[in-house]
């Protein structure tokens, strides 16, 4: 249960910040100085937008691990989704973090370290972050599958959808691409792709329409969290696909999610690269 201090009384409990990336939003609360491990119930309760503060995560900002601290990591920064489970990755949740780190320590570039690796933060703008989200790759064994299949052309048996495009970029994603994206009710096709026992990780459904070759629309439904307005490290990974496919020759590209739009860069030795907003939307305490 979170408990709100009353007007005029002395906070207690938690402190926390809540922000949101093209409306991906998350609760915000540092554990750096005092660990904080919270109970998959208290997880729970607090990403419940009914009954809690309501994030689509709770993110943990922690010391840097030695090895982070090598690679001049400011701080680690721990995912867990609305339903507890600990993920990698998190581009819109990278951005907010780094926001705030940046804005801590009055400087423009941090580094954060992630159970994907390092990622290389800077601003670019007001409000506006760039992350080097890192290597993406397409091997089997990396997205993970639980066994060897051709990860261009991943056949689900999902008519409708066609084959996929299995990629990881420190989480399992697959993409799809499809001719009209409206036409697609990912949110009911997207549990049972999710669960398929080809991922024992389970994995994150990604829809695209590419529009031009340098433009791309995006649905994306995500572990633990189901049909979300926008996913940054799939917008990554749908870009990296759409390069695989040959369906764009293009760099960089514009994708377009139900929140907004988020710019993807993808370098030659597929290390992708990207930039969009954050905003602030309120802080306070639970306990």
């Known amino acids: 249960m979170i408990n709100y201090p009353a007007f005029g009384a002395r906070p207690e409990g938690r402190f926390f910040i809540k922000m949101q990336g093209l409306h991906n939003h998350f609760v915000i609360t540092d554990g750096r100085s005092e660990p904080y491990k919270p109970k998959k119930a208290e997880t729970i309760g607090v990403c419940d937008v009914h009954t809690g503060i309501g994030g689509d995560q709770l993110v943990i900002i922690e010391s840097p691990t030695a090895a982070g601290k090598r690679g001049g990591a400011t701080a680690f920064m721990r995912l ?24 801590e320590q009055g400087a423009s ?20 972050v760039s992350c080097v989200m890192g290597r993406i790759s397409n091997r089997w064994q990396d997205v993970p599958l639980l066994e060897q299949r051709d990860t261009r052309y991943l056949d689900l048996g999902i008519e409708v959808l066609g084959d996929a495009v299995a990629l990881n970029i420190g989480n399992p994603h697959v993409v799809f691409f499809v001719d009209k994206l409206d036409d697609v009710e990912l949110e009911t096709i997207g549990p049972g792709i999710q669960t398929n026992p080809l991922f024992p990780d ?4 990604g829809v695209a329409q ?16 189901g049909l979300t307005t926008a996913c940054g490290s799939g917008a ?16 960089k590209m514009t994708v ?4 907004g739009d988020i710019l993807i860069e993808i370098s030659g030795d597929a290390i992708a690269t990207m930039s969009g907003p954050v905003a602030y939307c309120f802080a306070g305490y639970y306990r």
Not at 80 to 103: P, S
């Open 202 to 205: 389970q994995v994150n459904v």
């Open 109 to 128: 570039d941090v580094v954060l370290e992630t159970r994907a690796g390092l990622i290389e933060c800077r601003r670019s703008g007001d409000l506006q």
């Open 210 to 225: 590419v529009v031009s070759d340098d433009q791309m629309r995006l649905v994306v439904f995500e572990r633990g969290a």
């Open 80 to 103: 867990l989704n609305v339903d507890a489970r600990e993920v990698e990755a998190c581009g819109n949740a990278t951005r907010c973090v780094a926001w705030l780190l940046m804005q």
């Open 256 to 259: 377009t999610m139900p929140a």
């Open 236 to 251: 990554c990974v749908a870009v990296y696909a759409a390069q695989l496919r040959g369906l764009t020759e293009k760099k």
